[in-house]
């Protein structure tokens, strides 16, 4: 007997967006919708009864639900199969860690704001579940930290989204990037203000001596736009260093302020953008910047 074809959709919660990330334009099928707060907790308590995934138990949902506007935003996905565990497979692979997840990920090199998938599932319509192929980042901690566009950012960010290569080629601009994304995922502000200082170091510093004035100087160099532009990124940037030694050698914490890790974190987001444009090495780019006359 053949086997019957079914259509089976996929569907993914984002956490930390408003009602802007609608006019994000996706490929391969995918789209973003909402939920209103009423269908959202019934589509999740559904959920809860046809699955283990664990709505109740685990606590993952209501992160998902904007508070403001009391909706719930998710992309989506359908596909036909005839075997669910082999194509279904497939389609994670192909489309969820080749090409959604990394999208995900490098969308906080665009602006500021900590948009997160917390978990995915697959179902075969209202009331037929299937039993969840994949679980992600469930238990991991998501900084609450809003992701907005502007009306003048939906075609831009969209851009970004498709022709920004991801991972990143350089290993040691990959590792920057990895510190820079753990930074919002871990609880207050001193941690993550240590993991972005560590990007900042893997991206600037080539030796064991005058780390403050070499990291200040070469992110000046590359970001400033000009001589009075450089002279005011290389005395925040040392001024950010000397708050980090004062947590590193004292042990004191709550000296990190909301606005010190903002500041940080948006100098390694356009640090590792405008590397990745020069497409250098390590050591092409420290030569690069020592070549500079700032």
Known sequence: ????????????????????????????????????????????STLDKSTDLGFKGKN??????NRNDKRAYFISNSFFVKYFLK????FYNTFYVGYLSPLIRKAKLFKEGNI?????????????????????????????VPFMLEEDEAKPFSKFLRDFKFPLDKPYLQLAFENFEESYHVHGNDLA???NMIALEILFNDGPMELKYKISRNAAVLLGKN?????????????????????VHSGISN?????????????IRRSIKKIADLKLDKKELIDFLNSKGF
């Open 116 to 144: 997160s998938i917390p978990f995915g599932y697959f179902h075969c319509g209202e009331g037929s579940h299937f039993r969840p192929s994949m679980t992600i980042a469930l238990n991991q901690y998501t900084r609450p």
């Open 87 to 90: 194509e279904g497979q497939e």
């Open 255 to 267: 000296k990190i302020k909301d606005d010190d890790l903002i500041r940080l974190q948006d100098y």
């Open 60 to 65: 993952i949902s209501l992160e998902c639900l």
């Open 193 to 195: 203000f240590l993991l």
């Open 227 to 247: 001589i009075d532009d450089f002279k005011i990124i290389f005395k925040d940037i040392k001024s950010l260093y000397d708050l980090r030694s004062g947590l």
């Open 1 to 44: 007997m053949t086997q019957a074809t079914r259509e089976v959709y996929f569907i993914t919660f984002l956490e930390n967006v408003d009602s802007s990330i609608l006019n994000l334009e996706l490929e391969h099928g995918f789209k973003v919708d909402s939920f209103d707060e009423p269908r959202f907790i019934d589509f999740m």
